[in-house]
Nanobody, 115 residues
Framework: VQLVESGGGLVQPGGSLRLSCAAS????????MYWYRQGPGKEREMVGI????????WYVDAVKGRFTISRDDSRNTVYLQMDSLKPEDTALYYC?????????WGQGTQVTVSS
């Protein structure tokens, strides 16, 4: 099982980025996929969840209406579309899944929102 995030970078406030989480060793369509972030001096927090089966996505209040999680089964990849970015969104962003009771994390991709 491997998760590889990409798509981070430096963006101005109000800008957009799309993060990718490419999975291997399992099908993203089969498991819930999570996005987390950890900002400077902050604890890691859950940003959103893409459920594999029933139920709509879930987002933390701070990103509702601005972030969208989607999935491309043909690419076995989950995305985090981030719009209207704010300086407080600056963080290292990770994707995560849980398979058979084990957590699997990617290495993270850095997002910096600054003018």
């Amino acid at each position: 099982v491997q998760l590889v995030e990409s798509g981070g970078g430096l963006v101005q406030p109000g800008g957009s980025l799309r993060l990718s989480c490419a999975a291997s060793g399992f099908k993203v369509s089969t498991y819930d996929m999570y996005w987390y972030r950890q900002g400077p001096g902050k604890e890691r927090e859950m940003v959103g969840i893409h459920h594999s089966l029933n139920g709509g996505p879930w987002y933390v209040d701070a990103v509702k209406g601005r972030f969208t999680i989607s999935r491309d089964d043909s690419r076995n990849t989950v995305y985090l579309q981030m719009d209207s970015l704010k300086p407080e969104d600056t963080a290292l962003y990770y994707c995560r899944t849980m398979i058979s009771g084990h957590f699997y994390w990617g290495q993270g991709t850095q997002v910096t929102v600054s003018s």
